[in-house]
């Protein structure tokens, strides 16, 4: 569904003053709703945007690598913890985890020897692991939330070794052609946005070289459109099987380091930034290359994402591309809340061996309650407040799935009639009355 006409409205109105204030030739914002692009935003005439035209994804291609990454792990061909020693032999820093790698809390620094992000072309992996020296590290691992460019050459590096297959075309068949996004590529293809430098004084434009950055390319090579990179978005908010299973993309997005020690508002999971804003948590990525930014930002529970494009290296007057995605979808999801969904009766009593665990049980004196989802869960917390989950395993055995309890155990104790008469919550016993113990 679009955006209500007055959201709209105010998106227009943001995107109009980002792209005056900040002087950059154009810019392009979507808007992304359960899966679909809801609103596109466009300022600027050099050139005009739209949908369909690329520009330059810069370090959102980290994003995908990681997917890639996660991929062989779960397909069993490598593990997080693995040393980058065991894929990439001989490597001064071989000592560095998988993991590590993908947070950005091995320490490394963040770019290779020479001047390859300076509008230079990249060198091959052999080349790119032949200047890599031990003092790369620049400080030990998980010391300190510590950016590399460096981390993701090495990182596509892996995927070759791993599928011997060159690291964009494993992209082009595991991620790019599965979500349908035909406009992402490796190289500019037209019609694209040329990049700039705006002069500071005088307002003209430079053109910046778009170079082939080689064995860096799975850090930041990658151009696409509005209308890919909600393809993207919509995936990282929920997930197609098919090429991530969701359970490892909840995983992506458990912090590795937090990268705000001071109001804890940012943090790295494995490939995705998070960012907190207010009482909720976005995740997303930032990219940037000589003549363009670009910015992802996507809230999981409401299913709805902001990317934005900028043909200018930065934006002016106080503005920050990805800090403008976030204001967007905070203004989105405050402006139209996600709805609750409508409660409905189940359509069958539970099963009699579950029915009998439900109502209510007692724990240290305070009252709890165990209720039935009809999903064949239990839930159970404080009366009123029934927020853990917990999945079958076994007669009598469940699996915790949420909170504080999440992967313990419920076991069912019964007497010796078969009657269950107490929950054994790792090793917590909860029973139907209220026993001497407890008052």
Known sequence: MPLLPDTARQVDALVHRAQAEGRTPSLAVGVVRNGTLAHLAVAGEHPRPDADRQYRLGSISKTMTAVLVMQQRDAGRLALDDPLERHLPGTPVGALTLRQLLGHASGLQREPEGSWWERTEGVDLATLIAGLTPDKIAYPPHHVYHYSNLAYGLLGGVLERVTGTPWYDLLRERILAPLGMHRTTYHATEPYARGYVVHPWHDTLREEPRTDTGAMAPAGQLW??????????AFLADPAPEVLVPETLAEMCAPVVISDLDSWTGGHGLGVELYRVGDRVYLGHGGSMPGYVAGLAVHRPGRTAVVDFANSYG?????HIV???????????????????????????????????????????????????GSGDLLAGPVGQPVLRFTPEGPDRWRGRSGGQDGEILTVVRDEEGRPVALDIATFVFTRIVTSHDA
Do not use: F, K, N
């Open 224 to 233: 696409s459109t509005v209308e890919d990179l909600a393809r993207w978005a």
């Open 323 to 373: 800090g403008l995605a976030r204001q967007i979808l905070t203004l989105v999801l405050d402006a139209e809340p996600v709805g609750v969904p409508p409660w409905r009766p189940a359509a069958a009593p539970p099963p009699a061996d579950l029915a009998e665990l439900t109502g209510r049980w007692w724990w240290m004196g305070a009252e709890y309650e165990v209720r039935s989802d």
């Open 315 to 319: 934006l002016r007057g106080g503005h």
